[in-house]
């Protein structure tokens, strides 16, 4: 085992060198199987290589959560602005139409409620045969990285890695941050890596200083978490930056629908992720649609 103290952090992150070319479009699956690649495709659009997804999971440890109440009148509406939904088994069967016919990120790790004072003990929730069923494009399983149940939840994701990879499924492996845990980009650097070499296909980070580093040292593709709501244009603003520095996308909860127009916030979006939109523009756009001048 390499010595904990006295390591050297940094040396070269060759920001000015790109990656080398590759066919496909998302990054470090050129070797992976077809099935594999189809449902990656499913989840990053072929044409930009980005996603807009929504998550609205968080009934999962929250219960009813402001603006998910009715999760059978807000999320179907969101549907044709996002390329992937990502949520528990018991929210898409029961909510959303199977015509939805787009990605599917399957939150499969559970374990404690917001009443719990350390949230870092999950489990799996959610087996093979059940993501299968379910058309899964991926399995979500959320780590704990320097948290008490650090080493449990790296067992959940390598555990489902397994079972995915043994089927064609992909991991979405989200680093969760919690009260007493650190927000640093060495944080975020050092749980990003370990994930994708435990062999997360993507990883859900939170954007932070200097996070084209992150994005550099990590081989797969990171979407990036919105977290609490602030105002529209904070969050486009925030996904903004993410993306000029190398997110493959957004996976975005409260700050969508919570927005005043969820369905504009949506758009708003998707025009940062697809079409290049810098903030100011789609926060103008954001407001255009809500008053519905578009
Ligand atoms: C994290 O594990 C879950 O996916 C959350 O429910 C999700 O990240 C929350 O999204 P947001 O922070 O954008 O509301």
Redesign the pocket.
Known sequence: MADKDGNQLEKDYHLDIRPPKQNFHVKGAEHADWGMKDRLSRIFNPATGKTVML?F??GY?MGSTAGLERLDLVVPKLAPEVDVF?ATRGAIRTCVPPTFNKGLAL?CSAGSSVLDDDMSHEVIGVNIEDAIRMNASCM?V?TFIGAPGEKSSIENLCKAIDAGNRYGIPTLG?V?VGKQMERTTKFFLLATRMLAEFGAHIV?TYYCDDFEKVVAACPVPIVV????KVPEDEALEMAYKAMVEGAAGV?????IFQAEDPLAMCKAIGKVVHENYNSKLAYQFYRDVKNKIK
Do not use: L
Request: glycine letters at 16%; aromatic letters at 0%.
């Open positions: 998550a999971d968080h440890i990502m939150r979500a959320q989200v969760a859900k978490a919105g977290g609490k996976d975005m909860g409260r700050n």
